[in-house]
């Protein structure tokens, strides 16, 4: 089964950017449908991007459209979260997870992004 480790998160100013990367091990990340996934506190957790295994297929969810870039490199095993012009309501605990068989059901700790001045 594969694990996943997000890193590249913390406090930006509003306006700001910040790369998120998540990394797995254990097995090639090449065939997963990969996501981001965000959830703040008092909030229910929301998809936030979504990336096929050839990267051809990608879906945003309509907050961060022009502003996040989801993208993967298989080789390296690992998915990125591009974030530009970041807003404070961005602040949350962003996931990254592994779908198999349609269904999302490997999750990442965690990485904990701020967005404040």
């Known amino acids: 089964q594969v694990q996943l480790v997000e890193s590249g998160g913390g406090l930006v100013q509003p306006g700001g950017s910040l790369r998120l990367s998540c990394l797995a091990s254990?097995?090639?990340?090449?065939?997963?449908?990969m996501g981001w996934f965000r959830q703040a506190p008092g909030k229910e957790r929301e998809s936030v991007a979504a990336i096929n295994w050839s990267g051809y297929m990608i879906y945003y969810a309509e907050s961060v459209k022009g502003r996040f870039t989801i993208s993967r490199d298989n080789a390296k095993n690992t998915v990125y979260l591009q974030m530009n012009s970041l807003k404070p309501e961005d602040t949350a605990v962003y996931y990254c997870?592994?779908?198999?068989?349609?269904?999302?059901?490997?999750w990442g700790q965690g990485t904990q992004v701020t967005v404040s001045s």
């Open positions: 997870a592994a779908a198999e068989n349609g269904k999302y059901n490997t």
């Open positions: 254990g097995r090639a990340l090449s065939t997963y449908r």
